[in-house]
Structure formats: structure tokens, C-alpha cells
């Protein structure tokens, strides 16, 4: 009984640690609950304190209770180190496909929205890419890529958006602390029947624990998402992370949502070399 009150004792005090330190060093895991209770939950092998000022959040970023978190699902925990502990910033759901708009593996061929068969004013184009390692590229370094249409009677809108992960320990491109990771430029050159029409900037977003091929590694993670719509005749450009320059014949840069076609290609370089390629 004594070890017990002590063990609540301390959950106690870990409840009114601070939330001061800077974002700019969180740690974060993805995957499923292995455990939860009211003060504590565990994704992958880390273990982070719940406390009051920890806050909780659906896949869109709505607010939500607790209570809604359960084992087994998948979720993605913000945190940071105090004291030899893990303590949780933000829990939230995550959606494993990064697609919020469809479930399933492989690439899109620009299919077209199920029901254009009724409806010929409406259509729909998916085109994905997961990114294979080139050039000597170190072990885990991946990245995926997703452009997404959809055209309407008086709106047009689109986006493309992912990321590329580098471990912490990786020497192509070279990574060994997060200082360095931070200064890394990731530009993403898109080409069309070899030649190129657009470069992108992918940004330097947070560090993340993550399970890849069976292996738990810390990665830098760069990110990519930018979107337009269009409604009667008015664009509006949202640039979220990252930018594209869809006008390489211009100087200066062109920022909008790249037009990309099935078998488009893209490479991803850092210092002028290539670490990732891939085909639409």
C-alpha cells in the first residue's frame, strides 16, 4: 500500500511540470497505444507522462476528451524531456495513410471520382509516389509524395503535399545532430518526359521516433504541403509548409501547385545530390 500512495505521489508532482520548453525540440512517436491509463500512455518503447497541460486532439485537430484514446489505436505523441522524463504536449490521432481522402496502398492512376459515370462536371485525380533511396542514400532514409485534383462545375482545386524522413545517424544525406538537420535544404526537382518544370522546397518541420522496417529510429522530418483553389475565376494559394516554383524560366520564384501527370518523375536532392527518386 506505501508503494503505491508513493508511486501516486510522484504522478502528483509530474502533473504540474511546466510546458515552457521550446517546441523546437519535441520529440515525437507515431503508432499504436500500447498502454494508456490517466497519467501515462506508450507508442513504440517510450513512455510519456500525461499531465494537465497535456492536450488531446482528433485527426483533424478538433479537441477531445481523454477518454476517446483507447489501446491498439494509432496516434502521434508531441513531447519533450524534464527531469529523465517524457512528458506529453499534444496527444492526437493520426491517420496512418497520410491520404485524408482515401484508404489504400499503392499509386494512384489518375482515377477518376467513382461516380463521373452520373456526374461528367465532376472528376477526380490521385497520383502518389513512395520514394526510393539512390546515390549511396543511408539505410531508412524514405519519403512519399501526393498530388491530389479535384475539378467541379465552378471550383478547381489542388494539392501536393508529403515528406522525407532522414535518420539522426544518416551520412548521405549527412545528419548527426539536430542543429544540422535544421540547416539541410531538400529540394524536390519535378520532371516531365526528362525535363524539368518545377522545384520544391520540402522544410525542416520536427524529430520523430518512428518505426521503419522493423527498426525504431529517430528521424528528421521534412514536409511538403501546399494547395490551391480556384472558385469562380479566384485563386487562393495556401502555402502550409515548404513552396514550389511552378515557373523554373522565371526569375524569382513562382509559387503554386505543381500540375503533375502520371509517370512524372521526381528527384530529391540535398547539396545538389540526388538521395531519392521516384515515378508518379
Known amino acids: 500500500m506505501n ?3 508513493i508511486i501516486l505521489a510522484i504522478l502528483a508532482t509530474v502533473t504540474f511540470v511546466t510546458t515552457s520548453h521550446a517546441k523546437d525540440g519535441d520529440i515525437i512517436s507515431k503508432g499504436n ?11 513504440l518503447n517510450s513512455t510519456y507522462i ?17 477518454s476517446a484514446f483507447t489501446l491498439g489505436d494509432y496516434v502521434k505523441v508531441k513531447g ?28 494512384g492512376k ?14 477526380k485525380n490521385k497520383l502518389k509516389v513512395k520514394l526510393s533511396r539512390v546515390n549511396n542514400a543511408s539505410p531508412f532514409v524514405h519519403g512519399k509524395l501526393q498530388y491530389r485534383e479535384k475539378v467541379s462545375k465552378n471550383k478547381e482545386e489542388e494539392r501536393l503535399w508529403g515528406g522525407v524522413k532522414i535518420p539522426l545517424s544518416s551520412t548521405v544525406p549527412a545528419v548527426g545532430s539536430v542543429e544540422e538537420a535544421a540547416s539541410l535544404l531538400i529540394i524536390g526537382t519535378l520532371s516531365r518526359s526528362g525535363i524539368p518544370y518545377a522545384e520544391c522546397q520540402f522544410v525542416f518541420d520536427e524529430l520523430e521516433e518512428d518505426d521503419h522496417n522493423g527498426e525504431i ?7 511538403l504541403d501546399i494547395r490551391s483553389k480556384i472558385k469562380d475565376g479566384e485563386e487562393d494559394l495556401r502555402i502550409k509548409k515548404g513552396n514550389c516554383d511552378v515557373d523554373l524560366l522565371t526569375a524569382g520564384t513562382q509559387s503554386g ?3 503533375v501527370e502520371d509517370e512524372d518523375t521526381i528527384d530529391v536532392s540535398e547539396n545538389s545530390v540526388v538521395f531519392l527518386t521516384g515515378t508518379f
Do not use: C, Q, W
Open 3 to 5: 508503494r503505491i500512495k
Open 217 to 223: 529510429n529517430t528521424f528528421a522530418e521534412y514536409k
Open 257 to 259: 501547385v505543381p500540375a
Open 33 to 43: 497505444i500500447l498502454a494508456i491509463s490517466s497519467s501515462m500512455v506508450t507508442v
Open 110 to 123: 489518375g482515377k477518376k471520382d467513382s461516380n463521373d459515370s452520373h456526374k461528367s462536371s465532376k472528376s
Open 50 to 66: 500525461l499531465t494537465s497541460s497535456t492536450e488531446y486532439e482528433d485527426a483533424i485537430g478538433n479537441k477531445i476528451s481523454p
Open 80 to 107: 519533450y524531456l524534464a527531469s529523465g522524463m517524457l512528458i506529453a504536449r499534444e496527444l492526437e490521432f493520426e491517420d496512418d495513410n497520410d491520404d485524408d481522402s482515401s484508404k489504400g496502398n499503392g499509386k
